[in-house]
Every structure is written in structure tokens, then in C-alpha cells.
Nanobody, 122 residues
């Protein structure tokens, strides 16, 4: 039932970069505004960035503005998060899902995926 799969995480030093990918298995991907979320150990999941269905409009959490860039390729049913100038505070599991899902356990793409781990450490 997995319909969203995150990848691209890893271990980087402060100041480094990572590019995350989110692959959707269904063609309905193109009609939804999407978002990246993250959850640090022992903390609640937070919204990182959003992107409109066509990719023309984006929004970012204050903590990542100027460092992260969200994008999507609807033909490939894929969304990306380019993360630059990474900080230890960015360490978290990163998830993709529809914008506005909030605390719901399922959405148009089924349940949340496994996420991809990003660790920023010196």
C-alpha cells in the first residue's frame, strides 16, 4: 500500500548539502499540492516546505528559508527537496505527503511512508 517513497537522506557535515526525492506511484500526484515534513527524535512532526500542484508556488518554514528549495516533476511523479548549508538542527526523518494532511494517519496516497533519515553532524 506504499504510494510515497522518500529517498536521498544520509550523513553530512554542517554546511553540506543533500537532495531528497519523493516518488509517487499514482498519477493523481499531479493534482495535489505537496509538502515535505520532518520529525526529530522526541519531537512532533513539522512542516518544512510546500509546493502547489503545478509547482509554481512554494512556501518554506522560517527555519529553512534561503537554504532549502522544494520542486517537483509531475511527469515523473517525483518531488525534491534540495537542502544546502545544512545545520545540526536539520537532523530529522524527512517525509513527503500532501499539503494539509496535518495529523491524519492516511491521505490520498495512503499511510505515511518510512521517511528518509537526514543526519547533520560534525
Amino acid at each position: 500500500q506504499v504510494q510515497l517513497v522518500e529517498s536521498g537522506g544520509g550523513l553530512v557535515h554542517p554546511g553540506g548539502s543533500l537532495r531528497l526525492s519523493c516518488s509517487a506511484s499514482r498519477s493523481i500526484f499531479s493534482i495535489y499540492a505537496m509538502a515535505w515534513y520532518r520529525q526529530a527524535p522526541g519531537q512532533q512532526r513539522e512542516l518544512v516546505a510546500t509546493i502547489s500542484s503545478g509547482g509554481s508556488s512554494t512556501n518554506y518554514a522560517d527555519s529553512v528559508k534561503g537554504r532549502f528549495t522544494i520542486s517537483r516533476d509531475n511527469a515523473k511523479r517525483t518531488m525534491f527537496l534540495q537542502m544546502n548549508s545544512l545545520k545540526p538542527e536539520d537532523t530529522a526523518v524527512y517525509y513527503c505527503n500532501v499539503d494539509g494532511i496535518g495529523s491524519a494517519v492516511t491521505g490520498p496516497f495512503g499511510p505515511w511512508g518510512q521517511g528518509t533519515q537526514v543526519t547533520v553532524s560534525s
